[in-house]
């Protein structure tokens, strides 16, 4: 020990490492996470928060608890629930509710759909409608982006990796892989809007 040590004191600087399993290598995947587990998640989060922000914080927080696999496979799993509601009614029922749907606001829409949990996500998929359920007097937009990225921050938070580089080629239920469809409302032509969506139409649009 040399004599500023003895003086000073040593100073002692190591690198903090991740937890010994996740040093590990892991795997690229193509298998998404159990549906209970996700909707248990989800259900979860819209209990316990009161707003966009803090139902994020809570979702990161309880994903990371999850394997590293099970991490990508939520990610995976909400690419599968996006990739089932891309169409033309859905698309609809975003318009309506944003005043105006964007390619990427019909992707953050549909994440918003997610986010509410498991019943508002079918009854949703069965019959766009019935997303008036979910109208709020005074909210100015349904659309959830940050949802899309909850499983990446938490990956990144427990590995230090960034998660797209762990998902496997043939994950194909995806945005790249999205069927085309022809829509069947135009906004030119309102009285076809409110055929999809009578409901959300007599209330949300202007």
Request: hydrophobic share 30%.
């Amino acid at each position: 020990m040399g004599i500023f040590d003895k003086l000073f004191g040593k100073k002692e600087t190591t690198k903090k490492e991740l937890p010994k399993t996740y040093n590990q290598e892991i795997e690229k995947t193509s298998e998404m996470l159990d549906e209970t587990i996700f909707w248990n998640i989800v259900n979860l989060s819209v209990k316990n928060t009161n707003n966009q922000d803090s139902q994020e914080r809570f979702l990161v927080k309880e994903i990371e608890k999850l394997t590293p696999k099970e991490i990508i496979g939520f990610r995976l799993r909400t690419d599968k629930f996006l990739y089932d509601t891309y169409n033309s009614e859905m698309w609809c029922a975003g318009y309506i509710m944003n005043g105006g749907c964007s390619d990427d606001g019909f992707e953050y829409f549909r994440n918003w759909v997610i986010s509410r949990g498991k019943e508002t996500y079918y009854k949703g998929k069965e019959n766009p409608d019935s997303l008036i359920s979910e109208f709020i007097e005074g909210e100015d937009y349904y659309d959830f982006e940050s949802f899309w990225y909850v499983a990446l921050t938490a990956f990144e938070n427990k590995t230090g990796k960034e998660l797209y580089d762990y998902i496997s080629d043939d994950f194909k239920t995806n945005e790249g892989n999205y069927q085309n469809f022809e829509f069947t409302w135009s906004d030119e032509k309102p009285e076809t809007m409110k055929v999809i969506c009578p409901k959300l139409f007599e209330k949300m649009w202007k």
